[in-house]
């Protein structure tokens, strides 16, 4: 069992895309692909829970088969950046531009 944590997009469209590909991710893999928070569980390949999460929303993702860590690291590419995962590439911080 493999395990990741993400933060959907702060953005919309950019959110229900993420989510729209997640599920399309998850389904070509054998593995069991939940999505968690604290206030939601669903299957990974259910189109159906697709607009379960919000933007900016942090969860989890938990695959659990012979392909878990495959599909861990498909849905990296997907979220790129994971939540205190020093195996995962770290977003660069946005910098604040003062005004003149």
């Known amino acids: ?56 929303e942090r969860f989890y993702v938990v695959a659990d088969g012979s392909d878990a860590k495959e599909a861990i690291e498909a849905l990296d590419r997907l979220f790129p950046c994971a939540v205190n995962q020093p195996d995962v590439q770290s977003c660069p911080s946005k910098k604040v531009q003062k005004r003149r």
């Not at 493999?2 to 997640?22: C, G, H, T, V």
């Open 1 to 56: 069992m493999k395990s990741r944590e993400y933060n959907l997009a702060p953005e919309e469209k950019m959110a229900r895309e993420q989510m729209m590909e997640l599920i399309l991710i998850s389904s070509r893999f054998t593995s069991s692909i939940t999505v968690e928070n604290e206030e939601k569980h669903f299957n990974g390949k259910s189109i159906l829970k697709a607009g379960e999460l919000k933007k900016g």
